[in-house]
């Protein structure tokens, strides 16, 4: 079985501080990771993958996550945060005895004060 | 190219009722997922669909079903509508069984009233 815990339901960040959300992933077999982002009333945007290349992934917008296979976790960050990053971040799994199911966290409401 | 299209944006319904959501899949792409968003929660998966058969299928009831045609658009299908039904239903597309990376619709948000 596969899950997904991202700690903290909400985040607030002043406008140029470091972004830091986290996600720890629970999977008896090596795992593909996702972050995604969902901006009101929209659909999930594709964020970052991981896919047992390169540990750290660099993605749009300025986002990077490191896969820590010895701590199960794939935090997301953002050196210098944007008024426009204001948005809720998805992690999510997949293994590859799941078939394609993505299974998600419960997401992280991101706040950005000016 | 053309990214994964939703139809209806919103729908109300009443309890008892039928409703059909509809996917169009990503140009190129032959893998329609389906996920239900309640208020507040990340999404879950509802069903898969790969070359118009089901391809695997989460912890929901028989009343949610679908269909996935030969051009690889999908319906989505819930009978007996319950208030709990209430949520955004994504779609999400993806190139082949053994692609993971899932691009995902805007979404039809349907109210159970």
């Known amino acids: 079985a596969q899950s997904v815990t991202q700690l903290g339901s909400h985040v607030s960040v002043s406008e140029g501080a470091l972004v830091l959300l986290r996600c720890n992933y629970s999977s008896s077999v090596p795992p593909y990771l996702f972050w995604y982002v969902q901006y009101p009333n929209q659909g999930l945007q594709l964020l970052l993958k991981y896919t047992s290349a390169a540990t750290l992934v660099k993605g749009i917008n300025g986002f990077e996550a490191e896969f820590k296979k010895s701590e199960t976790s794939f935090h997301l960050t953002k050196p210098s945060a944007h008024m426009s990053d204001a948005a809720e971040y998805f992690c999510a799994v997949i293994t590859n005895n799941a078939g394609n199911m993505l299974t998600f966290g419960g997401g992280t409401r991101l706040m950005v004060k000016p | 190219e053309t990214g994964v299209t939703q139809s209806p944006t919103h729908l109300i319904k009443t309890r008892g009722q039928q409703v059909t959501l509809r996917c169009s899949s990503q140009?190129?792409?032959?893998?329609v997922s389906w996920y239900q968003q309640a208020l507040g929660q990340g999404p879950q998966f509802i069903f898969q669909?790969?070359?118009?058969?089901?391809?695997g299928r989460g912890n929901f009831p028989p009343r949610f079903s679908g269909l996935q045609f030969p051009n690889y658009s999908s319906e989505l299908n819930v009978n007996a509508l319950e208030l709990d039904d209430s949520a955004l239903y994504l779609c999400?597309?993806?190139?082949?069984?053994?692609?993971?990376?899932?691009?995902f619709g805007p979404g039809t948000r349907l109210t159970v009233t």
């Open positions: 669909y790969y070359r118009e058969e089901e391809n």
């Open positions: 999400a597309s993806s190139r082949g069984q053994d692609t993971y990376e899932q691009y």
């Open positions: 140009s190129g792409h032959n893998t």
